[in-house]
Nanobody, 114 residues
Framework: QVRLMESGGGLVQPGGSLRLSCAGSGFTFEAAAMSWHRQVPGKEREMVADIKGNGEVKFYADSVVGRFTISRDNDKNTLYLQMNNLKPEDSAVYYC???????WGQGTQVTVSS
């Protein structure tokens, strides 16, 4: 079955960096458009970035442009989100998603705080 497993979250100071990973299995990863989303309590989940199976980036949220980079390694069946210059407002649970379905990972917590 489809499985998505995020990792790489944690506590980081403002201005710091984190790289999230999402390992996919149970489907043809290279054919799957994927995306990163985030959610804070009491708010709707929002899309952060979106990427085609061939690596073409389709979308970044305005709030992360120039700071976050979505990428993928189809040989490793892994999706990435490089997050630089993190701000407290980036704190959220981050989820990866296979867009067709859709299928979601379990999420990884990112906390930006001094």
């Amino acid at each position: 079955q489809v499985r998505l497993m995020e990792s790489g979250g944690g506590l980081v100071q403002p201005g710091g960096s984190l790289r999230l990973s999402c390992a996919g299995s149970g489907f043809t990863f290279e054919a799957a458009a994927m995306s990163w989303h985030r959610q804070v309590p009491g708010k709707e989940r929002e899309m952060v970035a979106d990427i085609k199976g061939n690596g073409e980036v389709k979308f970044y949220a305005d709030s992360v442009v120039g700071r976050f980079t979505i990428s993928r390694d189809n040989d490793k069946n892994t999706l990435y989100l490089q997050m630089n210059n993190l701000k407290p407002e980036d704190s959220a649970v981050y989820y990866c998603r296979r867009n067709f379905g859709p299928f979601w990972g379990q999420g990884t917590q990112v906390t930006v705080s001094s």
